[in-house]
């Protein structure tokens, strides 16, 4: 945490050698300003947010393994390493290029709500939100199912072998990274009311001391963890959702008031899905469709086409204005549209067309912040915190997977001797009757993770992501803009101060409206012309440390290999061979 408030406080002093309005710029040099360099490398690249997760997928790319082998081994270490992130209690989702077909596959990992499970339930408990803890929140996890979907499609090693790493660091320790001890500490006073969190996820200090989190640099253990991943990688992935895994899920639920059972678990299926793209200035960028939130990025992208950034410059008034006020009528109809498409399918070409688009600019006023945004008029059709990492292979193969426990780590809900904690995804639902996203028995919340890919004439060119809730979709199309309009490097993209936006109307909770403009939160390193300008047009600006996101991303070199950038706000790290 302190390499992050160091950070902002060296971007501090960015706006005072703005060599050009293109970029921002380094205090000394007045070149675009990154943290390090890019990482080039020949052969195959991954950048993940632990570096010992990175050398793990770099070891499996090494023995032969696929870019899918390898990015299935370093999300097994992160649920290990990173539990305040992720782990196989959490939903998973994923776009692969695949070099043999030249085409992206995409992957819906993510869980339904307990079939048991009622909206009336909730009514009858007095709620007007799904708490953020404990049973009620819980969803079935479905990312070991999507392991098993993407081996099964795209591996070349066994799952025993992608697996053994996570068991090894699991039996033999590891040391805690800064970021991740600083969560973790934050997480454990909210958590340890919940059987089996406290045993299984704090450390016994001695000496009459309470049991707290593991510290900077102190060794973490999680044998329950590696024994959990000795058996899916032994017996597949039905000894998860189907076996004795799945017995102690269900009798712990029973026991503790919750509502996940055996035959919710046995029941699931995760979906391959097609990726839904945009041009961009002659890149075409990929998300996923609902009931994730990536096409907001994508509506946003679409939106400011419209305006020629470049010409304004990167921290310009205008440049910040424009980005707030398309991503406010973006996520105006994420709030209304996006949800699981098997119980409400929007119209999804409209949403991301460039008609649309234009009609949406329409509102936006140059002088004026909006302080209320409503969604378009969208039919239904008759016919929906967290780790990114992305891994390139020598073949071509390219992956961008984003796995998360949903908030901080998750309900808090650690079924014993099983090493993982199950999500809180299901917060995401509105316990509004009629609402897209209504709560629903055996159905799909609203999900904010998103991978993300970009390709050129037909070719893949960037796998990335930048995980943490609303600000994914935000930070996606900041760094297309970054790379394509405003000229920078794959890590200077990421270093770069960030805009968030906050306040739109959500497609979760009581999904209250809008109504006086949002907070805009700017990173450190914005002029302090443009804030002035900015409060002018009536934006409401704050300046708030970590809630920016964190950031990975492979690009193909076209001199050959692969680029990788990691980000310079947490603990991780790109590297290849």
Known sequence: MRRLLALSALALALPLAIAAPASAADRITGHAFATRSEVMAPHAMAATSHPLATQVALDVL??????????????AALGLMEPTGNGIGGDLFAI?????????????????SPRSLTLAEFQRRGLQDIPPHGPLPVTVPGTVDAWFALHDRFGRRSMADNLAPAVLYAREGHPVHEVIAYYWDRSV????????????????????????????????????????????????????YKGDIARTIDAYFKANDGFLSYEDL??????????????????????????????????????????????????????????TEAKKLAFADRAASYADPDFHSADV?????????????????????????????????????????????????????????????????????LGFILQDRGE???????????????????????????????????????????????????????????????????????????????????????????????????????????????????????????????????HGGYIGASESRKDGQAAGY
Do not use: C
């Open 189 to 240: 006073p909210r958590l340890s009311k919940w059987p089996g969190f406290s045993e299984q996820f704090t450390v016994d200090p001695g000496a009459g001391e309470a049991r707290r989190a593991p510290r900077s640099g102190e060794t973490w253990r999680n044998p329950n963890l590696a024994n959990t991943l000795e058996t899916i990688g032994r017996e597949g992935r039905d000894a998860f």
């Open 428 to 558: 995401q639902f509105v316990l509004k009757e009629g609402h897209p996203n209504s709560f629903a028995p055996g159905k799909r919340p609203f999900h904010t993770i998103i991978p993300a890919f970009a390709t050129k004439a037909g070719e893949p060119w960037v796998s990335f992501g930048v995980m943490g809730g609303a600000m994914q979709p935000q930070g996606h199309a900041q760094i297309i803009m970054n790379l394509v309009d405003f000229g920078m490097n794959l890590q200077e993209a990421g270093d770069a101060p960030r805009i968030q936006h906050d306040g739109s109307t959500e497609p979760a909770g009581q999904a209250t409206p809008m109504h006086d403009g949002g907070e805009l939160d700017l990173e450190t390193g914005f002029p302090y012309e443009t804030v002035r300008v900015l409060m002018q047009k009536g934006h409401s600006v704050r300046f708030a440390h970590g809630p920016y996101g964190g950031y990975q991303a492979i690009m193909v070199n076209p």
């Open 62 to 75: 090494k023995a032969g393994g696929s870019a899918v082998d390898a990015a299935i081994a370093a999300n």
């Open 266 to 323: 046995a029941a699931h299926q995760g979906e391959w899905v097609e990726p839904v793209s945009t041009n961009y200035r002659g890149i075409d960028v990929w998300e996923l469709p609902p009931n994730g939130q990536g096409i907001a990025a994508l509506q946003i992208l679409n939106i400011l086409e419209g305006y020629d950034l470049a010409a304004y410059g990167f921290g310009s008034p205008e440049h910040v204005h424009l980005f």
């Open 349 to 417: 070409a409209r949403l991301v067309s460039k008609d649309y688009a234009d009609e949406r600019r329409a509102l936006i006023s140059m002088d004026r912040a909006m302080q209320a945004a409503e969604p378009g008029v969208i039919p239904q059709l008759n016919e929906g915190d967290t780790i990114y990492m992305t891994v390139a292979d020598a073949d071509g193969m390219m992956v961008s997977l984003i796995q998360s426990n949903y908030r901080g780590m998750g309900s808090g809900m650690a079924p014993p001797g």
């Open 96 to 112: 692969v290029w695949d070099p043999a077909t030249k085409r992206l596959h995409g992957y819906n990992g993510s869980g339904r």
